[in-house]
């Protein structure tokens, strides 16, 4: 079964240049398919429009500040050229195009008033070339593009039924070319995962989504429903249905292995998925219980303290936070003191200066108890024995 190609074919791009250099000529002769339901996309400026000098435009996903993710027949010939469209198993990719001849930006409306990012280098999967399967394709950048990058979701593969969204600056209108506009559609649906859908047009390292990608939305996005991308689009059924997308996870570890060498090209560190191959930030170990000062972390029920520290309320036991154990030898820290019950306080507002002075317990005086009633959950400590002690022989 053939299948469309999704770029669009340029008159010229001779005129493409960085920063504030003009953009090349629009695209013309353009099947005119509606993206149907899609919103201007101001927000996901992370998800760029592209134009080659070889002639073609497409959709990309910046995933880092010098990379981006799009689509291997973007950067690359088709061989044979059958006007557009893909034949798994004959179709071929043939020889990419130069590296320095595409331009992104991250503009909403692309123009030749707009800012412009030149490529440096283009890479491609170096195990296969047929355009079913191998159509993914990564751009390293001149310099870095000033806005949050996305997240491949590169450890966790796309399930039939799942949720997406697809972003990209393809064709809209019902007639003439009315692309070039950053578009989103929401409220997508897999239809099926990476190596499930048994169809001879499908590769396994593909899946199968729902509607209303067009031409010169390939290479853009499939979003799932925490914003992070799962799939490169690549091409469609006739009447732009259909859409075919590479799936991330396919091409985890090309994906992090050319992100670093473009973080090393560009002098930074590699994002945090290139190096834990998990595309969620992983939480920092907590620290060793006698490490640095706990007081005022919460305790409670389930949740002790650290040696030298006592689970202590103010009020009721729900805000109860650990207090350093203090007394005669050990005295609170600044803005702090020891309270009768042999456990480090805060000092009343207006108290601050007094905090050293009374160097180990308050046994009453001035100050008084604390107010309200506190409770110590575990051993009150050796200033409450040391109190006792003191009352004992004063009484005797």
């Known amino acids: ?42 927000e996901d400026v992370n998800v760029v429009g592209m134009f080659a000098m ?34 798994c198993g004959v179709s ?39 355009a079913c399967g191998y159509d993914v394709a990564l751009i390293i950048l001149a310099e870095n593009v000033d806005v949050p990058p996305r997240v491949p979701r590169i ?16 064709q809209q209108g019902t007639s003439g070319w009315s692309g070039g506009e950053r578009m989103a559609l929401g409220g997508l649906t897999v239809k099926c995962g990476a190596g499930e859908c048994g169809h001879p047009s499908i590769a396994g390292s593909e899946f199968l989504g729902d509607t209303g990608i067009c031409q010169g939305d390939s290479g ?24 075919i997308y590479g799936a991330v996870t396919s091409w985890s570890a090309f994906i992090t292995e050319t992100a670093k060498d473009a973080a090393q090209k560009a002098g930074a560190a590699p994002p945090f998925w290139a190096l834990s191959g998990k595309s969620d930030p992983e939480e920092p170990p907590p620290p060793p219980p006698d490490a640095g000062s706990a007081q005022g972390q919460s305790c409670g029920q389930g949740q002790g303290c650290p040696n030298g520290y006592q689970c202590y309320a103010a009020g009721s036991p729900e805000t109860a936070t650990c207090a350093a154990v203090c007394n005669a030898s050990l005295p609170c820290g600044p803005g702090l003191e020891c309270s009768s019950l042999g456990v ?19 046994l009453g005086g001035e100050r008084g108890p604390a107010k309200p009633v506190p409770w110590v959950f575990a051993t009150l400590g050796l200033c409450v024995g040391l109190a006792r002690r003191r009352r004992a022989r004063r009484f005797s």
Not at 19 to 30: D, F, I, R, T
Not at 103 to 126: H, I, N
Not at 163 to 169: H, L, M, N, R, T
């Open 344 to 362: 480090c306080t805060a000092l009343p507002a207006g108290n601050a200066a007094d905090s050293n002075s009374s160097g180990g317990c308050s």
């Open 155 to 170: 450890d966790v593969p796309v399930a039939a039924g799942e949720p997406y969204s697809a972003v990209g600056y393809g």
């Open 220 to 243: 853009g996005p499939a979003l799932d429903a925490k914003g992070k991308v799962v799939g490169v689009v690549s091409r469609g059924g006739e009447g732009c249905t259909t859409p």
């Open 92 to 130: 071929k990719f043939g020889t990419p195009y130069a590296g320095g001849g595409f331009f992104v930006s991250t503009d909403q409306q692309l123009s030749q008033q707009g800012k412009w990012f030149k490529s440096a280098e283009v890479r491609v999967p170096t195990d296969g070339d047929d």
């Open 54 to 87: 070889s002639g073609g435009m497409c959709t990309g996903s910046l995933i880092a500040p010098n990379l981006v993710l799009t689509a291997r027949h973007c950067v690359s010939p088709i061989v044979p050229d059958n006007g557009g469209t893909v034949q």
């Open 1 to 42: 079964m053939k299948r469309t190609l999704l770029v669009s074919c340029l008159v010229s791009l001779s005129a493409v240049g960085c920063g504030a250099s003009p953009a090349p000529e629009p695209p013309v002769e353009q099947q005119a398919n509606a993206i149907k339901g899609g919103q201007q996309d101001f």
